[in-house]
């Protein structure tokens, strides 16, 4: 089979197990739609099981295109602000959404195929941020031996605006409204939280987390109006 | 037919709907490990979705009975802490895992269903951590004017170290042995990113984040070894 029937009957088959799950997506329906016999798909594909890890292994394929980021030069900030409202965009796809429920809603995806899968999505989108982190930390905007904690902490915060609705409620997210508004204050909140040199913030909660246990708060400010 | 009974029911029903997924698990079957009659458990349930809706809705209540806080006085970090080391713990849970699986599992579960168990669940969490996110903003830890966004944060940060391995990849999170660092983390980042009064954290990103695509950032520091 050519490579390019082989992707029409992928993408057929990515629209079809996404909309009806992949119980309800009958593999006769999908090769109709890809005008090629049900016998050649299980020729290439081997089984139903085969052709679903296949459609997730491109839409990963997919993700990882769009998660390339075209090189770039200039201000670091900037870059981080669109590494982060396209990490955004990605996280509202229907692609990204497709490809997190789909280990949830078919438990027979092996233990092996979900950890591969997690891995990659996970680097796809380190691919994204890493190199904008990278240029912050070389202009001291950004602790350099907290790099992976900061993409760690802008995940985070990205993701927890569409994973919960997206994922449990509609698959439409009510938030993209506010995309900019949130990877703006994503990019605030992980440069505040790792400043440059492990010098933290000023402020009554200045220091390292283990020693904020111990100290006694400072006594209530007067009211500001 | 009696309370009693009825939780009996629920919770045989839940440890079969979660552990066989919707379709695998029988009525029948439940009906034997209650010790009660089929007929009697669709007398009280009417039908098998509802009686999935039932365990999803006694799950919350137990959710919200885990999430809430002792009184507790002293020092506002120290309950932040415990709170969010509680947030976590309840994010590690089994049932958590299962409130939050299910909906995406079972894709008959109707849409104003799914959204009340979402504000529901995240309510619960609201109550968990609002109370002690106020008393640090009382003794002037927090910006009193972003608690909700401190919460925001919070959550984002917390959860984010369970959905991904948890609801992917396997029941049994693989981070549970971090717990204590990361709501130690979660507190310390929820602070720094909203101190108090609006005062901006120092450092070269210390400006509100919409100011700083237009600020040029500072010249490379010299390196410090």
């Given at each position: 089979m050519q490579s390019q029937q082989v992707q029409q009957i992928l993408d057929v088959a990515g629209d079809l197990f996404f909309e009806l799950g992949f119980w309800n997506a009958k593999v006769s329906e999908i090769a109709a739609r890809s005008e090629i016999s049900t016998a050649s798909i299980y020729k290439a594909f081997e089984s139903k099981d085969a052709l679903f890890r296949a459609v997730l292994a491109w839409g990963i394929e997919k993700l990882k295109i769009l998660a390339k980021p075209p090189i770039e030069a200039g201000d670091p900030i900037n870059q981080l602000l669109q590494a982060s409202d396209r990490y955004h965009a990605l996280c509202d796809s229907a692609l990204f959404r497709d490809l997190i429920?789909?280990?949830i809603e078919h438990n027979n995806i092996p233990l092996m195929f979900r950890r591969s899968m997690c891995r990659q999505i996970r680097s796809a989108l380190e691919q994204l941020c890493m190199p904008p982190l990278q240029a912050c930390a070389e202009v001291g905007l950004l602790d350099r031996q907290q790099i992976k904690e900061a993409f760690r902490l802008l995940s985070a915060y990205i993701e927890h605006q569409t994973i919960w609705y997206g994922l449990l409620v509609s698959p439409a997210s009510k938030n993209s409204g506010a995309r900019e508004q949130i990877a703006d204050e994503?990019?605030?909140i992980t440069l505040s939280a790792y400043p440059p040199g492990g010098?933290?913030?000023s402020?009554?909660?200045?220091?390292a987390a283990?020693?904020?246990v111990?100290?006694?708060p400072p006594p209530p400010?007067?009211?500001e109006d």
């Open positions: 429920r789909a280990p994503a990019v605030r010098v933290v913030a402020g009554p909660y200045g220091g283990q020693s904020v111990a100290t006694q400010r007067a009211p």
